[in-house]
């Protein structure tokens, strides 16, 4: 029987912003006669019209559900935030029309994929957007209060490394705000999810998922504590999903969830670790709990010598 995984192919994914580019520019010319690409490219704000692409995701319950969670984290707009990976801008682009001050940290500059059209875009114009990685890290004195990385970090090869690389551009007792991440528990699920992933194998783009857990255990070897966890069900999936329809609001799940993580932040933190080694075990009933669409993380003080 053949193993499930010998089918994929993996030594060949690469990081390469061209080929992305090339990958979604080939969709769009699709998407007129192709109802399932269609789909795709509006589900992930890469259709060609990239104004309506931007407008649809500043409407969005995911969105709603973003601004949630930084209010209930008491992010101000006077906060120093940056952005890492941001692809296209959607988020940063977000932010920034509703008054808080975001740079955004893309080493993709091309239009649909990176930076291009974002900064295309007039009201950007006072926005920082940096393309160069060297020249941002090489920046030692510029450092932020919030990390914001959205559906990013299972590209960062290894995890650890980039952590603590990123560690370092938070001011002390700075937060890192990671969203809606890409999951996978079990072996068999990590192989299935990229078999069905619409451009790994079809395209030989990078992509790998990670339990949640690994997430959390990674930035703990470098430096960070787990600050808060906002809870699979929280926003209604809102931010799991990145659905653009509308309609979000609170429920009793969220607003218990944002009491705990005012009142008694170790409950959800708790719920979490239970529900990720019940997941790992390939217990499914768990999988709610244990890939929270939002985890926070503070830099710690680390002793010297």
């Known amino acids: 029987m053949e193993d499930v995984a010998d089918r994929l192919e993996l030594a060949r994914l690469r990081e390469e912003p061209e080929l992305y580019e090339r990958v979604v520019t080939e969709y769009q010319s699709r998407a007129s006669s192709d109802e399932q690409v269609q789909a795709l490219l509006r589900d992930t704000y890469y259709d060609a019209d990239r104004a309506a692409a931007f407008r649809r995701f500043s409407e969005s319950d995911e969105l709603a559900a973003t601004l949630r969670v930084l209010d209930r984290l008491g992010v101000s707009k006077d906060a120093r935030l940056v952005e890492v990976g941001g692809g296209p ?50 920046l030692r004195d510029l450092r932020y209060d919030v990390v914001l990385t959205h559906n990013c970090v299972h590209h960062f090869r290894p995890v650890q490394y980039v952590a603590a690389c990123l560690r370092q551009k938070l001011e002390t007792r700075g937060r890192w705000v990671m969203l809606r991440e890409w999951f996978a528990e079990t072996p068999e699920e990590t192989y299935r999810r990229l078999a069905e992933h619409p451009w790994s194998q079809s395209h030989a783009l990078y992509e790998f998922p ?96």
Do not use: C
């Open 89 to 138: 801008g959607f988020l940063t682009h977000a932010l920034t029309q509703r008054g808080y001050r975001v740079e955004l940290v893309e080493p993709n500059g091309l239009w649909n994929t990176g930076t291009g059209y974002l900064e295309s875009r007039p009201e950007m114009r006072e926005v920082r957007v940096w393309n160069d990685l060297d020249a941002w890290y090489g």
């Open 210 to 305: 990670y339990p949640a857990s690994h997430f959390v255990a990674a930035l703990e070897q470098v430096g960070f504590e787990l600050d808060q966890v906002f809870l699979g069900p929280y926003a209604g999936g809102a931010l799991q999903t990145g659905r653009s329809v509308h309609g979000f609001r609170s429920d009793a799940f969220t607003w218990m969830n944002d009491v705990l993580n005012r009142a008694a932040p170790v409950i959800p933190k708790v719920a979490f670790r239970t529900a990720a080694i019940a997941a790992r075990h390939g217990i499914t009933s768990a999988r709610s709990l244990a890939r929270p669409p939002a985890l926070v993380f503070r830099r710690r003080a680390l002793a010297s010598g």
